[in-house]
T-cell receptor
Framework: DTGVSQNPRHKITKRGQNVTFRCDPI?????LYWYRQTLGQGPEFLTY????????KSRLLSDRFSAERPKGSFSTLEIQRTEQGDSAMYLC????????????FGPGTRLLVL | AQSVAQPEDQVNVAEGNPLTVKCTYS??????LFWYVQYPNRGLQFLLK??????LVKGSYGFEAEFNKSQTSFHLKKPSALVSDSALYFC?????????????FGAGTRLAVHP
């Protein structure tokens, strides 16, 4: 499978715990995006990387959220001190240099904070 | 503010009938418009996009969409619906500026195709 992959697919955690999600983009895609999707809503943009540089962060990304893409390949999204309001599907997408406008999404990580 | 509206929460269609899923947008400058489909417990799958050129764009699985600048709409269509088309459909617009490609999505429309 050469699509975007995300791990884990599901995560259940207790309030106050830290969680980390991983995204592996399509090979040679230089741009990587994180979105959050809550029930009944469309995805909302969180942050964006071009190679290893994080170029934009949404106001939705509070100080408890941090994202990295250390070598310009895979990315991690960490949520510290999780809250019940963090429960959502976290989606990763990537796009190719020659066709930047089209983003290809992974299957998502569904987070449930108890 | 840039936004996307999908006025119907759900569209019901009989198998074999044509379907339309509506989308209107508000964006500064020329829009890049997209349709994605989401099946249960899956990520978003790209269907088609409008960048420039012909107002009727064709995409995957027999879907097409018509860009109408005067009505600021980008409705998704298919001549003959299949039960397997039942899913959640999202319209999205690219936010212009900065060279970035942040997408703004509508709330989604659930398509139910009945046998």
């Amino acid at each position: 499978d050469t699509g975007v992959s995300q791990n884990p697919r599901h995560k259940i955690t207790k309030r106050g715990q830290n969680v980390t999600f991983r995204c592996d983009p399509i090979s040679e895609h230089n741009r990587l995006y994180w979105y959050r999707q809550t029930l009944g809503q469309g995805p909302e943009f969180l942050t964006y990387f071009q190679n290893e540089a994080q170029l934009e962060k949404s106001r939705l990304l509070s100080d408890r959220f941090s994202a990295e893409r250390p070598k310009g390949s895979f990315s991690t999204l960490e949520i510290q001190r999780t809250e019940q309001g963090d429960s959502a599907m976290y989606l990763c997408a990537s796009s190719f240099r020659q066709q930047q406008e089209t983003q290809y999404f992974g299957p998502g990580t569904r987070l449930l904070v108890l | 503010a840039q936004s996307v509206a999908q006025p119907e929460d759900q569209v019901n269609v009989a198998e074999g009938n044509p379907l339309t899923v509506k989308c209107t947008y508000s964006v500064s400058g020329n829009p890049y418009l997209f349709w994605y489909v989401q099946y249960p417990n899956r990520g978003l799958q790209f269907l088609l996009k409008y960048i420039t050129g012909d107002n009727l764009v064709k995409g995957s699985y027999g879907f097409e969409a018509e860009f109408n600048k005067s009505q600021t709409s980008f409705h998704l269509k298919k001549p003959s619906a299949l039960v397997s088309d039942s899913a959640l459909y999202f319209c999205a617009v690219r936010v212009a500026g900065g060279g970035y490609n942040k997408l703004i999505f509508g709330a989604g429309t659930r398509l139910a195709v009945h046998p």
